[in-house]
């Protein structure tokens, strides 16, 4: 398909698109543990039904193990030598609790003035189940590669996705990845994400006097675990609150730089709080590490007492860059905490948990197909942007398949798509062009390779 026919197709196709989607957003599938399964097994319906009615007969759950919740599955063979493609999204959404300040119902999707769709995952990720679905609509079952259908249940909560991958690598083997679960920084503005921070994320353990004392008789000179916690954690940032850990990874991020109003809008930044570290803002979110602590265990001050605290312990997460390799990353923080541990208290670190990063294959050929589709289906320059969000599963993709490409987009728009937030929204143009996109850069790959 030529870009004019994408277009046509498209367009006529939305109605369709809004319809499928009112129908997944109708649906409150959250996979977090503790919440209802019939929501979740009344959407993997709905979705077989709607991929099989778009022309992929063989599509069908795949089961990952107890006590998952299956991801839907189809292999659809292309011309005889074209690429495999494996396109995916997830069906599963964040919770929208009440109180969170929705105010619309999340799980009705509701049209706004402003021509957006609102409702919980309209954005995320149910308008790339909807992209893709018209996607493979468009080649009416007989798509010009070979394609591979994921959508996963589980990507918001605990997934067994990335294991079940690294046992059956061969099915998900593929020369390029489209990941439909990101979006363009602004409506309009096509965009590739090509790099996503991972994560380190570890607990320490500090200890200092046997049990607790009495802060009158001993404080001054009995050391305190929760002083020496502060001190430790204040080690890992400089006086602007930038990170600053030995031996972690860093870049200056090559593209253009964000607003910072706009980001001071966004993140809702209160006035006259300043912003932390320095420099261009892209490479702060996209090309720097930050570290967090996302957890302390020490005396809840309600019924706090005057005492000197034997024991603290505090989870830190450090967001790491693309490219980096976390397992150095990992032991540069060790060290780094190792080294700054104050007067000798004993420290214990346990508990890791790593997600790389990942880094899109600059010049790769999907990858400069896929630039070209979105210039020409929004009818805009492609920009490249980074993400400070984490998804695992990417590289684990990537790793079944040496030389293979990932291409993230979608139709998230940073602007105003609130994923995750109350009153999360998709603008249906987004999602139209997106498809546009898709058939141009599955129409190339079929040609280019054949
Ligand atoms: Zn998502």
Redesign the pocket.
């Given at each position: 398909m030529d870009l004019s026919q994408a277009r046509e197709y498209a367009h006529t196709a939305m109605p369709q698109v809004i319809d499928d989607l009112r129908t997944l957003v109708g649906h409150s599938s959250i996979a977090f543990p503790g919440f209802p399964d019939a929501p979740m097994k009344a959407i993997a319906d709905d979705l077989l039904g709607m991929f099989r009615r778009a022309g992929v007969d063989d599509v069908r759950l795949l089961d990952l193990g107890e006590g998952a919740y299956p991801s839907i599955f189809a292999e659809i063979p292309g011309p005889e030598g074209s690429p495999v493609v494996t396109l995916y999204a997830?069906y599963d959404v964040q919770p929208a609790p009440e109180g969170q300040g929705w105010t619309t119902d999340p799980w009705t999707l509701t049209e706004k003035e402003d021509g957006r769709l609102y409702g919980r995952g309209a954005a995320?990720?149910k308008s790339g189940v909807v992209a893709h679905l018209a996607t493979l609509a468009a080649f009416e079952g007989r798509p010009p590669v070979t394609v591979r259908l994921v959508i996963e249940g589980e990507?918001?909560t605990g997934s067994h996705i990335e294991a079940y991958v690294e046992e059956h690598p061969e099915d998900f083997r593929s020369d390029v990845f489209v990941v439909a679960?990101s979006g363009n920084q602004r409506v309009g503005a096509p965009a590739l994400t090509t790099g996503l921070r991972g994560d380190v994320s570890i607990t320490v353990r500090l200890r200092t006097i046997e049990s607790a004392l009495h802060s009158g008789l001993f404080g001054g000179a009995a050391p305190d675990a929760l002083v020496a916690m502060i001190q430790l954690l204040g080690s890992m940032y400089d006086e602007t609150g930038a990170t600053v850990i030995e031996g972690l990874d860093s870049y200056e991020w090559p593209d253009g730089d964000l607003d910072e109003a706009d980001f001071r809008a966004s993140a809702g930044v209160l006035d006259g709080v300043e912003l932390s570290g320095s420099g261009h803002l892209a490479s702060r979110l996209w090309s720097r590490p930050a570290a967090t602590v996302i957890g302390i265990d020490a005396p809840p001050v309600a019924g706090a007492s005057n005492i000197v605290i034997p024991e603290a312990t505090a989870r830190i997460s450090v967001r790491i860059v693309p490219g980096s390799d976390p397992q150095a990353q990992l032991a540069a923080i060790e060290t780094h905490l190792k080294a700054h541990a104050p007067r000798g208290v004993q420290l214990e670190i346990g508990d890791h948990k790593v997600f790389g990063a990942w880094k899109a294959a600059e010049g790769g050929p999907a990858t400069k197909l896929a630039e070209q589709a979105m210039t020409e289906a929004f009818g805009a320059p492609c920009e490249s942007h980074g993400s400070g969000g984490s998804i695992p599963l990417v590289q684990v993709l990537l790793d079944t398949s040496p030389g293979s490409e990932a291409i993230l987009w979608g139709a998230e728009d940073e602007e105003k798509a609130r994923?995750h937030g109350p009153d999360e929204s998709v603008d249906p143009k987004e999602i139209e062009d997106l498809v546009v996109a898709q058939i141009l850069l599955l129409s190339r790959l079929g040609e280019q390779r054949r």
């Open positions: 997830h995320d990720d990507e918001e679960d994923i």
